[in-house]
């Protein structure tokens, strides 16, 4: 069973930044695109940010456009979701999702994912 850890997160202040990290131990990540969801509190887990297998591809979710940058080093088998300009309303779990291998396209409908982290908590506070 694939499995994926995420780290990164924290407290951080609004207009502050984290890069998240999330990484598959003893497996590779490069035959499959890969997502971020969050999920606030009271909230549906959310799509945040995805990229396809070869990362030529990129999607975003409207309310972080512009801040937000996801990417990927497959020779480490790593994807990165780096934050900048965070908002209070960036807060929630965030949460690395992986669709079945082969599946290249960038993607943000959590039904299509089969494999996902345990979450991280990222709080946008002052």
């Known amino acids: 069973q694939l499995q994926l850890v995420e780290s990164g997160g924290g407290l951080v202040q609004p207009g502050g930044s984290l890069r998240l990290s999330c990484v598959a131990p003893?497996?590779?990540?490069?035959?499959?695109?890969m997502a971020w969801f969050r999920q606030a509190p009271g909230n549906e887990r959310d799509g945040v940010s995805c990229?396809?297998?070869?990362?030529?591809?990129?999607m975003y979710t409207d309310s972080v456009l512009g801040r937000f940058t996801i990417s990927r080093d497959n020779a480490r088998d790593t994807v990165y979701l780096q934050m900048n300009d965070l908002k209070p309303e960036d807060t929630g779990v965030y949460y690395c999702?992986?669709?079945?291998?082969?599946?290249?396209?960038?993607?943000?409908?959590?039904?299509?994912?089969?494999?996902w982290g345990k979450g991280i908590l990222v709080t946008v506070s002052s």
């Open positions: 990229i396809s297998r070869s990362g030529n591809t990129t």
């Open positions: 003893r497996f590779s990540l490069e035959h499959r695109s």
């Open positions: 999702a992986a669709p079945m291998q082969w599946y290249y396209y960038c993607d943000l409908t959590a039904s299509r994912m089969k494999h």
